[in-house]
């Protein structure tokens, strides 16, 4: 229809029946039917300036998304939870390989699935890792020890301190499951890069293959292929207007950095720049992280103050233990000292919320999201101090 525009899919968008239970299948396979669909999705920039490396990033939903602040220890020994464990109908996968580790580095992360499943994040080495949707995403075949999309991401905070490193480590360990995802990534020396999963193929874009430092809900190359039609990018449109069907958030991002008064605050502008990027009003929680302090700012659709926290400020030691902080808390200013040491009813609760406010449609409702809202809850229960 003429005027309409492109629309993305949330994040819990299905993508494969797989190994799947029947019954499992059936809930699958009617909620890849019948999601619900937005105008506008997730995205995320890099803005370097002389005096800050800041990575800006809205989640953008369907629903409203309850959600935490988390505070995640390092010295905690894990192990991966894989999607076969989290569909499997009794119980964790024996035959899935195991891939065991004691975080390195503490990190402060945004998380809706539950503790130990982030959205996004900054560890205390400042490298920044989080999701966006990609629909048409094929994770590899690979016999290597596989994550559920989430819990990859925290891994990676919790492992590596640059891109390089998580980029290596891309080789030993790789995402699945139901959610559609790429990923940015960014540390503190400026550099970044963007990893996607296409045909069943690891495709990164970094360096001289990343020229603009921005990822919203198309693969990276369309979006090259698309910005170079807009002037002041190699074409002859204009950059500024929103045309029907068609999504401007990547060269709106990349216009906005490209001119950033240097009177603005650096954090001021990201804030400007994700405000313009949330196209209809979908954007739950917009991020601020500041990767060379680390500092991560963030406000949201129930709290609009900015609230920040200093990672240099925090306690990461194992025996302080994760702490949790509600996102959506009417607050303002540094809320460092505002964490509550997180239980296993708080850590809980976090699951509950998120997957109560998500729909999957009857089947999925009543088969699948049993299934997530227990494995989930149970995760963060077996990991503990290493000796």
Same mark, same amino acid.
């Given at each position: ?6 629309k993305a899919a949330p ?38 300036? *002389? %005096?800050?490396?800041? &990575? #800006?990033?809205?989640?953008?939903? /369907?629903?409203?998304? !309850?959600? +935490?602040? =988390? ?52 560890? *205390? %080495?400042?490298?920044? &890792? #989080?999701?966006?949707?990609?629909? /048409?995403?094929?994770? !590899?075949? +690979?016999? =290597? ?57 690891? &495709? ?11 990822? +919203? ?169 290493a000796p």
């Amino acid at each position: 229809m003429e005027g309409e525009t492109r629309k993305a899919a949330p994040h819990w968008r299905w993508i494969t029946l797989a190994g799947a239970s029947f019954a499992v299948a059936a809930a699958l396979s009617i909620v890849a039917l019948h999601p619900t669909r937005l105008a506008g999705s997730c995205s995320t920039f890099l803005m370097r300036t *002389e %005096a800050a490396t800041l &990575v #800006g990033h809205n989640l953008d939903e /369907g629903f409203e998304v !309850p959600g +935490a602040l =988390v505070v995640n220890p390092r010295g905690v020994a894990k192990h991966n939870v894989s999607w076969d464990d989290v569909k499997a109908v009794l119980g964790p996968s024996r035959s899935e390989p195991r891939l065991r580790w004691v975080s390195k580095y503490g990190s402060l992360t945004t998380n809706g699935m539950g503790r130990e499943f982030p959205d996004g994040g900054v560890n *205390e %080495a400042g490298l920044y &890792v #989080g999701e966006m949707t990609l629909l /048409g995403t094929k994770y !590899p075949d +690979a016999k =290597v020890p596989r994550f559920y999309t989430s819990q990859w991401t925290q891994y990676l905070l919790d492992t590596c301190a640059t891109v390089e490193d998580a980029l290596a480590s891309v080789a030993t360990a790789l995402p699945d499951g139901h959610c559609q995802w790429h990923w940015f990534i960014a540390d503190r020396s400026g550099r970044a890069a963007v990893v996607e999963f296409l045909r069943g193929k690891t &495709v990164v874009h970094t360096g001289t293959t990343l020229p603009y430092p921005i990822a +919203a809900n198309d693969g990276y190359q369309a979006e090259l292929d698309d910005i170079r039609k807009y002037r002041g990018f190699g074409g002859e449109r204009d950059p500024e207007p929103r045309y029907p069907r068609e999504d401007p958030r990547f060269r709106w991002a990349a216009l906005m950095l490209a001119n950033r008064d240097p009177a603005t605050p650096a954090v001021d502008h990201a804030f400007a720049i994700l405000e313009r990027l949330d196209l209809v009003g979908s954007t739950r929680w917009s991020v601020v992280c500041d990767l060379a302090a680390p500092r991560l700012y963030v406000r949201t659709n129930r709290a609009g103050s900015v609230r920040w926290v200093d990672l240099a400020g925090l306690d990461f030691s194992c025996a302080a233990g994760a702490r949790l902080l509600d996102i959506h808390a009417d607050l303002a200013g540094d809320v460092s000292g505002r964490f509550a040491r997180a239980t296993d009813v708080s850590s809980a609760e976090i699951v509950r919320a998120f997957w109560s406010a998500a729909d999957l449609g009857f089947a999925g409702n009543a088969m699948l999201k049993p299934k997530l809202i227990a494995r989930l809850t149970e995760a963060p229960r077996a990991f503990s101090c290493a000796p």
